[in-house]
């Protein structure tokens, strides 16, 4: 299938209210995972079980991107932790599968947040400029609509299982501090900074996001 057919963006309260649509996704999710991802890593990714109640009660945490059949091509996962699980996660000791609902903050209400990205992937076939700024875009659509409604990030921790994740954690500022505890790297920054170096971009896409966070 060529890149080059329109992606559509996927997630947020509709579809966990949709609860087909919500398992299928998550499946694909997995799916897709389990693909990209070095073996040594599947450990770390989690199951059905475990992800399908988080999806559905924070809708604010994903995003997926599709192709026109309706298969997911590419997504992110974060997750809004309190401070000692923040702290593991920056640190390379928290891994993905180890996540249930207790351990996540709701974006809901008015706040500051430290977000940990479960996981950012992208099939291989679809890799290319566009598709990288839709899922990343699609990213700070959520941000801005959380900042919105006075819900702001004030960390980021990231632990990049694979070359493609360990690009866009560049892409987007993030500084690497050392291997993850099995595998992987462990990167970390300031939400701002994020927001900061992509100053370019989001003028010409958010720049609501940049009033919200107070960047010229």
Same mark, same amino acid.
């Given at each position: 299938?060529?890149p080059q057919i329109? +992606?559509?963006?996927?997630g947020?309260?509709?579809?966990?209210?949709?609860?087909?649509?919500?398992?299928?996704?998550?499946?694909?999710?997995?799916a897709?995972?389990h693909?990209?991802?070095?073996?040594?890593?599947?450990?770390?990714?989690? &199951?059905?079980?475990?992800?399908?109640?988080?999806?559905?009660?924070?809708?604010?945490t994903?995003?997926?991107?599709?192709?026109?059949?309706?298969?997911?091509?590419?997504?992110?996962?974060?997750? *809004?932790?309190?401070?000692? *699980?923040?702290?593991?996660?920056?640190?390379? $000791?928290l891994?993905?599968?180890?996540? +249930?609902?207790r351990d996540?903050?709701?974006?809901? *209400?008015?706040?500051h947040h430290?977000l940990?990205?479960?996981?950012? +992937?992208?099939?291989?076939?679809?890799?290319?400029?566009?598709?990288?700024w *839709?899922?990343?875009?699609?990213?700070?659509?959520?941000?801005? &609509?959380?900042?919105?409604?006075g819900?702001?990030?004030?960390?980021?921790a990231?632990?990049?299982?694979?070359?493609?994740?360990?690009?866009? +954690?560049?892409?987007l500022?993030?500084?690497?501090?050392?291997?993850?505890?099995e595998?992987?790297?462990c990167f970390?920054?300031?939400?701002?900074?994020?927001?900061?170096?992509?100053?370019?971009? $989001?003028?010409?896409?958010?720049? &609501?996001?940049?009033? $919200?966070?107070?960047?010229?």
């Amino acid at each position: 299938m060529s890149p080059q057919i329109a +992606c559509r963006v996927v997630g947020g309260a509709a579809l966990a209210a949709d609860k087909a649509a919500l398992e299928r996704a998550v499946r694909q999710i997995i799916a897709l995972d389990h693909r990209v991802y070095e073996t040594v890593s599947h450990g770390h990714i989690g &199951g059905f079980e475990q992800w399908l109640p988080i999806f559905r009660q924070h809708p604010d945490t994903w995003r997926a991107l599709t192709d026109h059949t309706g298969n997911i091509i590419a997504y992110w996962q974060i997750a *809004a932790l309190n401070g000692a *699980a923040f702290g593991q996660a920056k640190s390379g $000791l928290l891994h993905p599968a180890d996540l +249930c609902n207790r351990d996540y903050e709701a974006l809901t *209400a008015p706040g500051h947040h430290r977000l940990y990205f479960a996981s950012i +992937c992208i099939a291989p076939e679809w890799r290319t400029t566009r598709i990288h700024w *839709a899922l990343i875009d699609s990213f700070f659509a959520v941000a801005e &609509g959380l900042a919105a409604r006075g819900s702001f990030i004030d960390e980021v921790a990231a632990i990049a299982h694979s070359q493609e994740g360990r690009r866009i +954690c560049e892409t987007l500022g993030l500084s690497s501090h050392g291997p993850a505890r099995e595998h992987g790297e462990c990167f970390y920054g300031p939400f701002t900074a994020i927001v900061q170096r992509m100053a370019p971009l $989001l003028r010409r896409r958010r720049p &609501g996001l940049l009033v $919200l966070y107070r960047i010229g």
